[in-house]
């Protein structure tokens, strides 16, 4: 079956940096495309970034852009996201998801047919 793991999350201070990975299996990696996703507490959950097949096309939420970068390794079937200048508004529960689009960057969450379970993101001031 899909799964997707997250990994890389953690309690940090304000100002430095973290990669998330997600490594992705029973699926066609190469035939999706990629997004990011938080959800912070008693918050709805919102898109962060996104990744086409081939990484060539990327697409950023207005509160990460210049701060955040979304990156693949279809050899490695892997979805990354580099985090820097983290801000303690950037604690949330991280979540990757695949869409079956590949050639899209969507910030919509009904868009995307697999999920992971997330990882924690806890920046302290």
């Known amino acids: 079956q899909v799964q997707l793991v997250e990994s890389g999350g953690g309690l940090v201070q304000a100002g430095v940096s973290l990669r998330l990975s997600c490594a992705a299996s029973?699926?066609?990696?190469?035939?999706?495309?990629m997004g990011w996703f938080r959800q912070a507490p008693g918050k709805e959950r919102e898109f962060v970034a996104a990744?086409?097949?081939?990484?060539?096309?990327?697409y950023y939420a207005d509160s990460v852009k210049g701060r955040f970068t979304i990156s693949r390794d279809n050899a490695k079937n892997t979805v990354y996201l580099q985090m820097n200048s983290l801000k303690p508004e950037d604690t949330a529960v991280y979540y990757c998801?695949?869409?079956?689009?590949?050639?899209?960057?969507?910030?919509?969450?009904?868009?995307?047919?697999?999920w992971g379970q997330g990882t924690q993101v806890t920046v302290s001031s």
């Open positions: 990744i086409t097949w081939s990484g060539y096309s990327t």
């Open positions: 029973g699926l066609t990696f190469g035939s999706y495309a």
């Open positions: 998801a695949a869409d079956p689009n590949r050639y899209r960057t969507s910030p919509i969450q009904r868009q995307y047919d697999y």
